[in-house]
């Protein structure tokens, strides 16, 4: 296990989506859930979106719900985040994260995950 890389971040105009992707060190097998989170300046950390890979359930943050979908390929090793309809308020640094077992603080708590990327600039901009 270890750190996972994404990629997928850019510069989209309000309106328009993005696909980040989320490579996991290892087999995906060796991992419970993967979760999406995002940080803008000035404010803190927070979960956009998880998957739990043992039986598929998804959460989402309010924000994103309708908006945002993730999903994973197992054969790839990889997680997404389809991002659709993005607003303004979506530009964050976008990180991906793995956890092997549940810490019990919830899919979307910072707390809950055990490795993180290095993150990737998604900028909502006309």
């Known amino acids: 296990q270890g750190q996972p890389v994404e990629s997928g971040g850019g510069l989209v105009q309000p309106g328009g989506s993005l696909r980040l992707s989320c490579a996991v060190a290892?087999?995906?097998?060796?991992?419970?859930?993967v979760g999406w989170f995002r940080q803008a300046p000035g404010k803190e950390r927070e979960g956009v979106a998880s998957?739990?890979?043992?039986?598929?359930?998804?959460y989402y943050d309010e924000s994103v719900k309708g908006r945002f979908t993730i999903s994973e390929d197992n054969a790839l090793n990889m997680a997404f985040l389809q991002m659709d309809d993005l607003k303004a308020e979506d530009t964050a640094v976008y990180y991906c994260?793995?956890?092997?077992?549940?810490?019990?603080?919830?899919?979307?708590?910072?707390?809950?995950?055990?490795?993180w990327g290095q993150g990737t600039q998604v900028t909502v901009s006309a």
């Open positions: 994260a793995s956890e092997r077992w549940t810490s019990g603080w919830g899919p979307l708590s910072t707390r809950e995950y055990d490795y």
């Open positions: 290892g087999s995906m097998s060796d991992y419970l859930r």
């Open positions: 998957i739990t890979l043992t039986d598929g359930s998804t």
